[in-house]
């Protein structure tokens, strides 16, 4: 979240001043915008994002692992096999 736009030189003065700010108010009215804005983000589908964004980042990985040529469907190594022997292509997005 972008709240303030500094030149680079005075980002750390600016960053400890505010940070200073932030401490001085009290911790209680601070849990509960903490909280206030992650209620927020979870109605946006936050948990969600993140959960897809994290399987995907796993298969990327296993996929990379596997070498350029290896077929790896969403669902694990067999997904792309089965999406070929179907006529359907390999990997992800492969809809043809």
């Known amino acids: 979240m972008v709240n303030h736009v500094v ?3 005075e ?3 600016f960053g400890l001043a505010m ?3 932030i401490a001085q108010k ?3 009215a601070l849990k509960l915008t903490k909280q ?3 209620a927020a983000q979870d109605a946006q589908g936050r948990v969600s994002a993140m959960q897809t ?3 995907l980042h796993h298969l990327a990985h296993a ?3 596997l070498g350029p040529r290896q077929a790896c469907g969403p669902h694990g190594l067999d997904a792309g096999d089965q999406e070929a022997s179907k006529g359907r292509g390999v990997g992800l997005g492969a809809r043809h």
Do not use: Q
Request: proline share 10%; no cysteine.
């Open 7 to 9: 030149p680079r030189a």
């Open 11 to 13: 980002l750390e003065a």
């Open 19 to 21: 940070a200073e700010r």
């Open 26 to 28: 009290p911790l209680f």
């Open 36 to 38: 206030a804005i992650n």
């Open 53 to 55: 964004s994290f399987a």
């Open 63 to 65: 996929h990379n692992m």
